[in-house]
């Protein structure tokens, strides 16, 4: 089918398709059937006839149903963009289906793990440096809000979180803060315990996508208060799905910047001593 024309709009508030060619061959018939069919199925309500001004063949369409088909063709593209900006982000992931199954769940699986000890290598990409920056160190987490983080190469530092206050320590000092005292602590220190208590999804700091692959769920989190939206562009969070416990973590700045965490040799539920989050 090959079809030449011009759309435009006449008085009587309908549009018109002028079709001055039309030539069906074998090849092209079907194509003729796929096209009204097209426009049917859109809303559009096409009746074929003859122009008013010039008499010549062509499909009259209600503006109605050209402006429904309009807005079918904007949502269509929308979630077309969409969806290709999620795939290109995270190639091996897919949206989540069902979020509130995976929200109930993940709180679920989350609540049965009292204690969390592991390794972990973090990865710090500056814009201004080449050549990434590599630390290695241990973690431990016990509920409820009891978590220590110690690097231990290529530098000593420690930073731990009992309660409503923090620790942090350096081979120079040591510093121990009221988090009640300072508004961003607070939010830290919420962000760090919700990620690994299984609660993030319920953080009124953070709108949150899910998405998920075979082994594991993808969280993307993106702040919504102003002083978090200063620190971070988004915070990714990979979650595992055989134990729901945190696989890495993804800190994402607005200049450019990021921190990437990896957890490895976890081990749940073993005894910790309190001694360890002494302050």
Same mark, same amino acid.
């Given at each position: 089918? #090959?079809?030449?024309?011009?759309?435009?709009?006449? %008085?009587?508030?309908?549009?018109?398709?002028?079709?001055?060619?039309?030539?069906?061959?074998?090849?092209?018939?079907?194509?003729?059937? $796929?096209? !009204?069919?097209? =426009?049917?199925?859109?809303?559009?309500?096409?009746?074929?006839?003859?122009?008013?001004?010039?008499?010549?063949?062509?499909?009259?369409?209600?503006?109605?149903?050209?402006?429904?088909?309009? %807005?079918?063709?904007?949502?269509?593209?929308?979630?077309?963009?969409?969806?290709?900006?999620?795939?290109?982000?995270?190639?091996?992931?897919?949206?989540?289906?069902?979020?509130?199954?995976?929200?109930?769940?993940? $709180?679920?699986?989350?609540?049965?793990?009292?204690?969390?000890?592991?390794?972990?290598?973090?990865?710090?990409? +500056?814009?201004?440096?080449?050549?990434?920056?590599?630390?290695?160190?241990?973690? !431990?987490?016990?509920?409820?809000?009891? =978590?220590?983080?110690?690097?231990? %190469?290529?530098?000593?530092?420690?930073?731990?979180?009992?309660?409503?206050?923090?620790?942090?320590?350096?081979?120079?000092?040591?510093?121990?803060?009221?988090? #009640? $005292?300072?508004?961003?602590?607070?939010? &830290?220190?919420?962000?760090? *315990?919700?990620?690994?208590?299984?609660?993030?999804?319920?953080?009124?700091?953070?709108?949150?996508?899910?998405?998920?692959?075979?082994?594991?769920?993808?969280?993307?989190?993106?702040?919504?208060?102003?002083? +978090?939206?200063?620190?971070?562009?988004?915070? =990714?969070? &990979?979650?595992?799905?055989?134990?729901?416990? *945190?696989?890495?973590?993804?800190?994402?700045?607005?200049?450019?910047?990021?921190?990437?965490?990896?957890?490895?040799?976890?081990?749940?539920?073993?005894?910790? $001593?309190?001694?360890?989050?002494?302050?």
């Amino acid at each position: 089918m #090959k079809m030449h024309g011009m759309v435009n709009r006449m %008085k009587d508030n309908f549009y018109w398709l002028s079709m001055p060619d039309i030539r069906i061959d074998q090849s092209s018939g079907s194509g003729l059937k $796929s096209f !009204w069919f097209f =426009v049917c199925n859109h809303g559009l309500k096409p009746v074929v006839t003859t122009r008013p001004d010039t008499c010549a063949l062509a499909l009259k369409f209600d503006i109605k149903g050209i402006s429904l088909f309009l %807005k079918q063709i904007a949502f269509s593209l929308v979630l077309l963009l969409t969806a290709y900006s999620s795939f290109a982000q995270y190639p091996t992931y897919k949206a989540l289906s069902d979020l509130p199954a995976f929200k109930k769940e993940f $709180s679920t699986q989350s609540e049965k793990i009292s204690s969390i000890t592991s390794t972990f290598v973090q990865e710090k990409i +500056l814009t201004a440096l080449t050549e990434k920056i590599t630390s290695e160190g241990k973690f !431990w987490f016990k509920r409820s809000n009891k =978590v220590k983080i110690e690097y231990i %190469k290529p530098f000593h530092y420690t930073m731990t979180l009992n309660g409503d206050k923090m620790k942090v320590k350096d081979d120079q000092k040591e510093n121990t803060i009221n988090v #009640k $005292s300072n508004k961003l602590f607070q939010q &830290v220190n919420r962000i760090i *315990v919700d990620c690994v208590q299984g609660t993030i999804l319920d953080s009124k700091d953070f709108t949150t996508r899910v998405f998920e692959n075979e082994n594991s769920y993808l969280l993307e989190m993106t702040p919504s208060s102003k002083s +978090l939206k200063e620190f971070f562009q988004t915070i =990714v969070l &990979v979650v595992e799905k055989k134990d729901y416990t *945190v696989k890495s973590i993804e800190m994402n700045e607005p200049s450019g910047d990021k921190t990437l965490i990896s957890f490895f040799n976890k081990k749940l539920n073993e005894q910790i $001593s309190d001694e360890i989050f002494a302050l």
